[in-house]
């Protein structure tokens, strides 16, 4: 099986940090976040995952996963140690 990445924002702007990892039946995002300036705040898509784990806790990286936890899409969260 191979290992697919899907960038979800971030790749060109400041903010919006989302890498959605597939292996098989299994996704995991790296960082979910929002993008704050210019207003309005800008989102990445929401995606169904099996886990989030952020790389630290700043809204550019996880201020989406609220808003992809009530919609029960990402229904378990690594937080930070």
Not at 24 to 41: A, I, M, N, R, T
């Amino acid at each position: 099986m191979k290992l697919e990445l899907e960038f979800l924002g971030a790749c060109d702007e400041v903010g919006k940090s989302a890498i959605l990892l597939r292996h098989g039946e299994k996704s995991v995002l790296l960082d979910y976040g929002v993008k704050l300036q210019p207003e309005p705040v800008k989102f990445p898509p929401l995606v169904k995952a099996d886990f989030v784990i952020p790389t630290h806790a700043h809204l550019d990286h996880s201020g989406q996963y609220q808003r992809c936890s009530r919609a029960r899409f990402c229904p378990e969260f690594s937080p930070l140690v």
